[in-house]
């Protein structure tokens, strides 16, 4: 009696994922076709306002041109075509000039990016049904790290998403599991068919996170990698952070290329990435330089560089949040970063270019995450001081994100 129940309740969970992925497929449709008219429009706006004015022309000849696209694989601007808007549009007009942030970035440039976050950000409504805004899955978590895939897995369900699995070892999953009821824990990252249990949940994750205490034993990293590969062929936006940064930087093309993938190093992870890639050692004079190149040679994908400020590129702009934080650098800190990237890189990306003004939603989904975490610090600092750690800013993220977005 009991299996018949299961049983059902399990094949109705199952159409209502299947039915869920088809109206998703069919709503992404309806957006890419709107955005592909309102495109039309706006190159035949740039194309009238170039004949009008020669001097807006030639400032549009020196508009840098998108460096190469890979042809390998589908990438995220063939659906929201921003290269092209970039690139055809003459002149930039104003969105464009808004966001060239060099070092002098003002409050106004600031303001109109906190602006693009609230946008991306779906509304609560009645009418939804449980997983619309958002299943998160992280991949992560071992013998001697459960904390890190914890933070990441309970910071996306704090900022707004409906689920959070945890893909972990067997070791990991009991640990993880009392830390939290909210989280869904499978217990399959060291299990032989590691990879195939986990591409089972693919269709049902909008985003994943890879490396929050993922550890470096060599399986573990193999079945990472696996899984990664699995998650491109399904064109999910991929965030890698932590030990996920420690495999791509042992074999960058895993990644490179795929436009739907946000790297979140901290400092040494940066220059462990750059040094792979660039054959440079980091110039410290020049982090913007540094963290657009790194950017251009993995292909474009986008770079949120952690630390006094946080650096985010994707090959083409340097975004900067400074927001105030604290001096408090308790670990975890990161990890709360890829949750709650986790989701707002998903929320961006369905938004739509008119919600992100054309910007690249991975760019606006990092700052909105930088700035969250910076204010979430900011905030446990105030009440805890040099005794505050990653938990007490898990407990400030419902207030942040308040303060920062939703006022
Ligand atoms: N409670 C937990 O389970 C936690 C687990 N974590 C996990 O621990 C694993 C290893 O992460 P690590 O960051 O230690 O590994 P790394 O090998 O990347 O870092 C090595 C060392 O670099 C140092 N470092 C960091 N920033 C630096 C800077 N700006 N200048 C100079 N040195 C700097 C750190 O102190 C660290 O000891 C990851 O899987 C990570 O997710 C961390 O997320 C912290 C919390
Ligand atoms: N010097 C700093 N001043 C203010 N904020 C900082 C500073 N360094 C890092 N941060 C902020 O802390 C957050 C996490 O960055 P951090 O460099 O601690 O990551 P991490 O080392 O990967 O963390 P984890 O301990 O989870 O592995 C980022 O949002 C970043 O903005």
Sequence with gaps: MMEKFLQQSMDTDEKFYRFEEQRLK????????????????????????????????????????????????????????????????????????????????TLKDMENIFQLVRNVIPPL?????????????????????????????????????????VFCTKDAATVIKSYSPELIVHPVLDSPNAIHEVEKWLPRLHSVVIGPGLGRDEVLLENAKGIIEKSKVKGIPIIIDADGLWLISQQPSLIQGYQRAILTPNYMEFSRLYEAMLRDPVDSSDHHGCVLRLSQAMGNLTVVQKGERDLISDGEKVLVCSHEGSSRRCGGQGDLLSGSLGVLAHWAFIAGAEKTNGQ????????????????????????????????????EVGTAFNKLFET
Excluded: W
């Excluded at 978590?141 to 409906?162: H, N, S």
């Excluded at 606006?364 to 969250?372: I, Q, Y």
């Excluded at 975490?373 to 040099?386: C, I, L, Y």
């Design 26 to 105: 069919i709503e992404d449709k309806r957006r890419e076709a709107e955005h592909a008219r309102e495109l039309q429009m706006l190159q035949m706006l740039g194309q009238m306002l170039a004949g009008i004015s020669s001097s807006v022309s030639q400032r549009s000849q020196s508009i840098p041109t998108s460096p190469p696209r890979r042809a390998n694989h589908r990438s995220y601007a063939d659906n929201f075509n921003y290269n092209a808007m970039t690139a055809t549009l003459s002149p930039p007009i104003v969105i464009e000039r808004s966001f060239s942030l060099h070092r002098t970035h």
């Design 125 to 165: 409504t009645g009418k939804k049904h449980k997983g619309q805004d958002g299943r998160i899955g992280i991949v992560g978590g071992c013998r001697e790290y459960t904390g890190a895939p914890y933070f990441a897995a309970i910071t996306a369900l704090k900022v707004g998403a409906d689920l959070s699995h």
């Design 360 to 395: 690249n939603p991975f760019l606006v989904a990092a700052f909105g995450a930088c700035s969250l975490t910076r204010q979430s610090n900011h905030q446990a600092f105030q009440k805890f001081g040099r005794s505050m750690t990653a938990s007490d800013m898990v407990s």
